[in-house]
Nanobody, 123 residues
Framework: QVQLVESGGGLVQAGGSLRLSCAASGPFNSYAMAWFRQAPGKEREFVAAINWIGTSTTYTDSVKGRFTMSRDDAKNTVNLQMNSLKPEDTAVYYC?????????????????WGQGTQVTVSS
């Protein structure tokens, strides 16, 4: 059983930055990790993922070059550094753990979820 707790969300102006963190407990090191987001009235969508040993990351096209995902297994955390934020990045961001996040990278790939953290980007 893996428990995940996100933090770091908030309100920021367009062009600003936020850093999301996800604190994990349980057999965290055995799982690939991902961030998904869900905007009001929309389906939950994939944002970024990192493999279980932290050597490979992948991003959805809309955040490439702006977001960076990392993991620190010594601290049982994963982070999402979000720069050059846009109003369309506004959503609840969820941390997820799964065996892997290969295409099509749907929410069904996740075995465990955090409770989510709200990110709001004002124009």
């Amino acid at each position: 059983q893996v428990q995940l707790v996100e933090s770091g969300g908030g309100l920021v102006q367009a062009g600003g930055s936020l850093r999301l963190s996800c604190a994990a407990s349980g057999p965290f090191n055995s799982y690939a990790m991902a961030w998904f987001r869900q905007a009001p009235g929309k389906e939950r969508e994939f944002v970024a993922a990192i493999n279980w040993i932290g050597t490979s990351t992948t991003y959805t096209d809309s955040v490439k070059g702006r977001f960076t995902m990392s993991r620190d297994d010594a601290k049982n955390t994963v982070n999402l550094q979000m720069n050059s934020l846009k109003p369309e990045d506004t959503a609840v961001y969820y941390c997820a753990a799964g065996l892997d996040f290969r295409p099509p990278r749907t929410p069904k790939s996740a075995n465990y979820w955090g409770q989510g953290t709200q990110v709001t980007v004002s124009s």
